[in-house]
């Protein structure tokens, strides 16, 4: 299996496949595609999806995939490093500060697994054509403004694929159990993990219609878990992407998780994972 690298933040190609496999290859970087035309199958980690012209798949650095195809397909691929989503930028003029939108971002990047296939809604098709559209053209005439131009596209495209993922697994949840809204709840918690003060049993009780005592006695019911044990351990799981995916210290994810200091985060992530948060980002250098 081959491993590919990357040398900008963030790159746009567009790529044609007429023979019938790809080669089975992984990424160190995230790769959203976009097919442009032709059909065939798409095999992430193992996993076989159809894809036709209009389909978009997101792979996080690791995944193993390759292509089967069935037709000539062209693709537009968008391959972004973690440098895209640098906490400070070095050129302020034609690249903001980004740090803000990974943080909403990584929804994605620990849900996007749970759709299977293309991670697109039909009803963003059209503007999403657009979208990819205009990309090339920016990547292929570059203009004046083209990096942030470009920047904001990859954003925008990833929003919407953010809001997509989080209505499939909330309309999934209610499939499963349509009189339960704990799915609702964990979203909720997801979406406002940065925010002390919104996951207060007080307040999440307040925004979902019950009383603190009856959420909590719910929630346990429902996941097994308390709210606290759950934010703590969501919390967790973004951390262990910040590790990998971030140039972000130890220090300043402990800040923005609203642990206590470094050594409180420390603690906290061995518990779990069985080594210090400064030990698993050691690992995962080398």
């Given amino acids: 299996m081959t491993s590919t690298q990357l ?32 059909t065939g199958i798409h095999n992430i980690n193992n996993n076989h999806y159809q894809f036709a012209e209009g389909d978009v798949f997101l792979l996080t650095p690791e995944d193993a995939h390759t292509f089967h195809v069935s037709s000539f397909t062209r693709f537009c691929i968008v391959d972004f490093t973690k440098g895209f989503f640098t906490k400070k930028a070095n050129r302020q003029e034609e690249k903001m500060d980004v740090s803000d939108f990974f943080k909403r971002l990584e929804y994605i990047f620990h849900n996007h697994h749970n759709v299977a296939g293309s991670i697109i809604a039909d009803d963003d098709r059209p503007i999403f054509r657009s979208l990819i559209r205009q990309l090339i053209e920016e990547n292929t005439k570059k203009q004046a403004f083209e990096e942030i131009i470009t920047q904001n596209i990859v954003f925008l495209l990833l929003h919407f694929i953010a ?36 996951l207060k049993v007080e307040n999440l009780a307040a925004q979902f219609n019950k009383s603190p005592d009856h959420l909590s006695r719910y929630f346990k019911s429902e996941t097994g878990n308390t709210i606290k044990d759950y934010i703590t351990r969501y919390k967790l799981n973004l951390i262990e992407t910040r590790l990998k995916y971030s140039d972000l210290t130890i220090a300043e994810i402990a800040d923005e998780m609203n642990f206590t200091d470094e050594s409180h985060l420390n603690k906290t992530f061995k518990n779990v994972f069985g080594k210090t948060a400064r030990q698993y980002k050691m690992d995962c250098l080398r």
């Fill in 7 to 38: 040398f900008r933040d963030v790159e746009v190609s567009v790529k044609d496949l007429a023979s019938n496999n790809s080669g089975l290859h992984k990424h160190h970087y995230f790769e959203l595609i976009y097919v442009l035309e032709g």
């Fill in 163 to 198: 809001r997509h993922i989080q209505q499939r697994n909330i309309q999934f949840h209610k499939t499963q159990n349509a009189r339960s809204t704990i799915h609702e709840i964990t979203a909720y918690i997801q979406q406002h993990i940065y925010d002390k003060e919104l």
